[in-house]
């Protein structure tokens, strides 16, 4: 298990843009996987986005793909999930997500992929 801790979430009015940040451990985040997924009230977790620790594979939920981007800083330990022309539908607990991947050009795109969680970090569009 490692640390994970999420930042960045907020109220937006529709249109607007929001920057989440996840902090990682050191040896949590050395050839890892990271990923941001998001609840929403009375539904199950799902995917956004995913990126490798080799930062040449990210992944997106077609639902996001054009509006968020996810990027990763190996020298920080962090990743951070910018996301663009937020929706009503994209609000949700947003979660940060980390595993040792089997290389380093592999990201996980399925939620029982990732065997570490951050808290989440609330992120609230209005109409």
């Known amino acids: 298990q490692v640390e994970l801790v999420e930042s960045g979430g907020g109220l937006v009015q529709a249109g607007g843009s929001l920057r989440l940040s996840c902090a990682a451990s050191k040896r949590a985040f050395s050839s890892s996987s990271m990923g941001w997924f998001r609840q929403a009230p009375g539904k199950e977790r799902e995917f956004v986005a995913a990126i490798s620790w080799s930062e040449d594979n990210t992944y997106y939920a077609d639902s996001v793909k054009g509006r968020f981007t996810i990027s990763r800083d190996n020298a920080k330990n962090t990743v951070d999930l910018q996301m663009n022309s937020l929706k009503p539908e994209d609000t949700a607990l947003y979660y940060c997500?980390?595993?040792?991947?089997?290389?380093?050009?592999?990201?996980?795109?399925?939620?029982?992929?990732?065997?570490?969680w951050g808290q989440g970090t609330q992120v609230t569009v209005s109409s």
């Open positions: 997500a980390a595993v040792r991947a089997i290389s380093g050009s592999v990201a996980y795109t399925r939620r029982n992929d990732y065997n570490s």
